[in-house]
């Protein structure tokens, strides 16, 4: 039986055979995409690159950006929407 945590079907499994002929299942690791803006596309400076789970542990700090839009935009296109909205008034 497999421990606790590994019982779900959101991990990816491998047999893997070992050495001794014997096969085994390995469970693999959460892949996650790096934290990027979402107009440019370009990675976020300052964001961690830490799966789901690690973030809850760090500081509320530590998981974002503290400004507008911080853990979406990056500083170039916040500056440039911001601009765009104040001149649509
Ligand atoms: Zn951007």
Do not use: D, F, W
Not at 2 to 15: D, G
Not at 70 to 76: A, N, P, S
């Amino acid at each position: 039986m497999p421990r606790p945590h590994l019982r779900t079907r959101s991990k990816k499994r491998l047999k893997v055979t070992l050495p001794s002929g014997r096969s085994q299942i390995h469970y693999e690791k959460e892949i996650v995409p790096t934290p990027s803006c979402s107009m440019c596309g370009q990675q976020l400076s300052g964001m961690q690159h830490l799966t789901p789970v690690e973030i809850r542990k760090l500081n509320r700090s530590k998981r974002r950006i503290g400004r507008p839009y911080g853990g979406q935009l990056c500083g170039k296109c916040l500056k440039n929407a911001l601009k765009q909205a104040a001149r649509a008034k």
